[in-house]
C-alpha cells in the first residue's frame, strides 16, 4: 500500500510514458520516485 504522495507501480507505469525524455539539454531526468 503506498502512502500519501507515492505512487504504486502500476500508476508509475501509467505515467512513466509521459514523463520527459533526455534530448541532450540540461540535466538527465532523474526518478523521483
Given at each position: 500500500m503506498a502512502g500519501r504522495g507515492?505512487?504504486?507501480d502500476a500508476a508509475w507505469e501509467r505515467?512513466?510514458?509521459l514523463l520527459p525524455r533526455v534530448d541532450g539539454r540540461g540535466r538527465p531526468w532523474r526518478?523521483?520516485?
Open positions: 507515492e505512487l504504486t505515467i512513466e510514458p526518478d523521483h520516485r
